[in-house]
């Protein structure tokens, strides 16, 4: 990253730290409008906002890795969520994340493709038992995915990323 990437990363940080007018009550707001811009919270970052808030930087880094919202690891701008929960466990779910991981060429202790677009992630449960097995995309939620219909979700997204560019 060169300087002016530096500045223009750090102009953001304070922006958004004097939305919340510098509190350090607000340290989870701040925490979450970062990590909706960069889709992580990069260390560099969270130093950053100890000293601009008053706060030690372990107390960050504590509210960091002690909520699973947080993430200290880049993720893809497609986060896909897929329950393995009981009721969807039972009805394939294990068969659907094998099946996406290996569609997105992911391997074993990766979540998160190499070009940033996708991060596969298994949750214990979504809420939503009547639908299993289930997926959430962002905020898009996929009910009774099978296996092909999942790697067809993953086919159409890329494809209208690629008609962006």
């Known amino acids: 990253m060169n300087n002016t990437e530096n500045m223009n990363q750090f102009e953001k940080v304070v922006e958004i730290v004097e939305k919340y007018n510098n509190d ?8 979450q409008a970062i990590q909706e811009e960069y889709r992580y919270l990069p260390q560099e970052i969270l130093t950053s906002v100890a000293v601009m808030l008053g706060v030690s930087p372990a107390k960050v880094y504590g509210i960091a890795t002690f ?8 993720k893809g701008k497609y986060i896909i969520k897929i329950c393995d929960g009981t009721a969807c466990h039972v009805k394939g ?3 659907l994340i094998e099946k996406m ?12 493709t190499p070009d ?10 979504l809420g939503a038992c009547g639908l299993a ?5 962002n905020d898009d939620v996929y009910g009774q995915l099978t296996a092909a219909k999942g790697v067809s979700l993953i086919d159409e997204i890329r494809t ?4 962006n560019v």
Do not use: A, N, R, W
Not at 67 to 72: A, E, G, Q
Not at 116 to 125: A, D, G, H, P, Q
Not at 133 to 137: D, F, L, N
């Open 24 to 31: 350090p009550t607000k340290l989870i707001p701040i925490m």
């Open 67 to 74: 909520y699973s919202h947080f993430s200290l690891e880049p």
């Open 93 to 95: 779910s294990g068969v």
């Open 101 to 112: 991981k290996e569609h997105l060429k992911l391997g074993e202790d990766q979540t998160t």
């Open 116 to 125: 940033m677009l996708f991060t596969l992630e298994s949750v214990s449960c």
């Open 133 to 137: 097995p289930v997926v959430v995309i």
């Open 160 to 163: 209208k990323e690629q008609d």
